[in-house]
């Protein structure tokens, strides 16, 4: 089974070599009973260690059923370890927060063969321990901790059992019962080979090496009865000729749970490792929200602008509010609206009166702002009511009393009351209300709906006694189209009104589409801005939950070392640790979640800011934690996969 031609294996200790095996040579068969013995720095943990692929010499062959294992890959060790090797180790090494049963199926988890937990639990009675199977090792004794290591060895019917000083930490009692069970495992046909320093331990075996400063100094042998080998163990022949794809591969469940179990084992550390995560996430979701609602909150109030839309106003932007003296600033009339209303590229054109009016309805007044405004108007401006009906031609042709009041207006007047077809009073004139405005909303100067719509010649003949407009809204067909009609309307106006000298002077026009680009632009800026914000506190939580998985790899150094003892491969210790990251950061994300929407709910309902909280910022944060989850568990999940199993299990 094994054979050992000129072995040697030296550690360093700083600077000064220690040689702990020495030219050794060697030879076990199957069915053997061996024990080394020696005092403490022989060689003989090493030789154990060489022998079960836990450590590699520095020189000599090692042949395994014939088959050099110099050239074997690590995960071919990893498949040699769990299918054909059984660890006993004096410290036991059992996973501190798992279950007797569970530290006996960790063997099936790397060998993709969960599904036999009875083969388990059978591994446990056969060492008297089925009643013990859901205690904790810190709820068994020494040697209950001895014997659920042995039914470990045994899950996956490895053929050679080794163990090392198994009997050193118990009593007299518990030792007489792991030696009588490694002897009865002889017996079965399993090849035994303890380390001891107790003759009286040594005296079980049928073969004693005795070893000194590294090297073999005798070789006892006691006739031996030949044993029955079993066919597992005449296939263990086959794995050197196969790849490692032998050994199965962890089912994900198997990595959750162990996730779940080792975030569970570190509760308050976790929590401290999320909350960065769960901070970041809940920034992303809160300024996301802030964001998406201040951009939906403004879209709106640019829908209300209408689109494709010049406003052309009497007098200059630079002297605004400054009385002017006749002729200062041009006078617009029905007849400019007609005349810009017959270039080619524009859609349609409204004109516009404003003024001051107090609006009664029986013993309720209220000041409020009058405009008259064009049929095109409500469709141009998106002030088309919901409900009641805008203005008709012929009403706007015969001068009728009828007017559409904002929202405040019939909130102020009317309270719960339907005010459609009643009579209110401006200016002491009588109007009929045809319809209630769409709700534009304040902005920062004034109260949008605190509004009284009526027809132009209304508005200029009855109300206000004005006999020229304040204004006029052009609509253009097409965006592209904008500079061009801005052109062709400033020719019109100043050839009907016979201006000379610039325009600027005398009237303005403002484009609307630039305003909306400049308000989208700065509330895009914006968004990023609150993003990036966001998006720091989330890479700062995962540089925490980096630092947490180092410290955990350190702490947890001898369990990689016992998980790499019985089959783990680099890969799965690597995949387990980043599974431990990723659940890490999705909980906080989770919960970061529902952080993040209830702060946008607090500042809707607190500060009156509109937020709203989208499925795809949702998912966004979600992903973006997943990803720090990765990229900052990468390393860490590297470093624990890289440790060579007998320096992690010698780790203090």
Not at 42 to 50: D, E, N, Q, R
Not at 145 to 163: P, S, T
Not at 324 to 333: D, I, K, P, Q, S
Not at 628 to 646: E, Q
Request: glycine share 8%; net charge neutral; aromatic share 6%.
């Amino acid at each position: 089974m094994i054979e050992f031609d000129s072995i040697n294996k030296t550690y360093r200790t700083g600077k000064v070599p220690v040689h702990a095996l020495r030219n050794v040579s060697l030879k076990i068969d199957k069915g053997e009973f061996v024990a080394i013995m020696g005092p403490s720095g022989s060689g003989k943990s090493t030789l154990l260690h060489v022998m079960g692929f836990l450590d590699r010499p520095d020189s000599g062959s090692y042949k395994f059923f014939g088959k050099e294992t110099s050239i074997v890959g690590e995960d071919d060790l990893a498949a040699l370890r769990n299918h054909t090797v059984g660890f006993v180790f004096q410290q036991f090494h059992l996973l501190r927060r798992s279950s007797a049963l569970e530290n006996v199926e960790l063997p099936l988890v790397y060998a993709g063969k969960r599904h036999l937990r009875p083969l388990a639990q059978q591994k446990l009675k056969d060492v008297n321990l089925e009643h013990r199977q859901e205690h904790n090792p810190n709820e068994l004794s020494g040697g209950e901790q001895q014997r659920v290591a042995i039914a470990r060895a045994l899950v996956n019917e490895a053929g050679i059992i080794l163990a090392d000083e198994p009997t050193g930490n118990l009593d007299t009692k518990s030792e007489k019962d792991i030696m009588a069970i490694l002897q009865n495992l002889n017996n079965k046909g399993k090849t035994v080979v303890i380390v001891t320093h107790e003759k009286e331990i040594a005296e079980y075996a049928e073969r004693i090496i005795y070893m000194r400063d590294g090297e073999i100094i005798r070789d006892e042998q006691v006739p031996k009865q030949k044993k029955e080998i079993s066919a597992k163990e005449e296939n263990i022949r086959n794995i050197l000729d196969e790849s490692h794809s032998v050994l199965g591969r962890i089912e994900f469940k198997d990595h959750v749970k162990q996730a779940f179990s080792a975030i569970a084992s570190n509760k308050m550390r976790s929590f401290l490792s999320m909350l960065g995560i769960l901070i970041g996430v809940g920034s992303v979701i809160a300024m996301l929200a802030l964001g998406q609602g201040a951009k939906e909150s403004i879209e709106e109030r640019l829908r209300s602008l209408g689109s494709n839309l010049l406003s052309i106003r009497p007098g200059s932007a630079k002297v605004r509010g400054v009385a002017m003296g006749v002729g200062e600033v041009t006078r617009f009339t029905f007849g400019d609206a007609e005349a810009i209303r017959k270039i080619p590229s524009v859609k349609s054109v409204t004109s516009t009166v404003r003024g001051k009016g107090q609006i009664v309805y029986r013993d309720k007044n209220w000041s409020t702002s009058v405009e008259g405004v064009g049929y095109d108007y409500g469709e141009m401006r998106a002030s088309t009511p919901e409900i009641g009906r805008w203005f008709t031609e012929e009403e706007l042709q015969r001068r009728d009393k009828v007017v559409l009041l904002g929202f405040t207006i019939v909130r102020e007047l009317f309270g719960d009351q339907d005010p459609l077809g009643e009579t209110v009073k401006i200016n002491r004139i009588n109007f009929k209300v045809i319809g209630i405005l769409p709700l534009k909303g304040s902005d920062a100067f004034r109260d949008r709906d605190d509004l009284v719509i009526m027809p132009v010649t209304t508005a200029m003949y009855r109300v206000l006694g004005k006999d020229y407009l304040d204004g006029m809204y052009a609509e253009i067909t097409s965006p592209d189209l904008m500079n061009d009609a801005e052109k062709q309307i400033v020719n019109v106006i100043k050839k009907r009104h016979r201006i000379v000298r610039s325009e600027e002077d005398l009237f303005r026009i403002r484009n609307l589409s630039d305003i909306q680009e400049t308000l989208e632009s700065t509330t895009k800026t914006m968004s990023i801005l609150l993003g990036c914000i966001a998006v720091i506190s989330l890479v700062v939580g995962g540089i925490g939950i980096m630092n947490i998985m180092l410290v955990s790899v350190t702490e947890r150094t001898r369990e990689i070392g016992l998980r790499k003892a019985v089959g783990a491969r680099a890969g799965d210790i690597m995949t387990q640790f980043l599974f431990e990251s990723i659940v890490m950061t999705i909980s906080g994300g989770m919960i970061g979640v529902l952080l993040g929407a209830s702060i946008a709910f607090v500042l809707s309902l607190a500060a009156g800011w509109t937020t709203k909280v989208t499925l795809s910022s949702v998912f966004l944060a979600l992903g973006f934690s997943v990803m720090v989850g990765l990229f900052f568990g990468l390393w860490p999940a590297k470093k624990a996969s890289k440790l060579d199993p007998i320096e992690a299990l010698r780790y203090e």
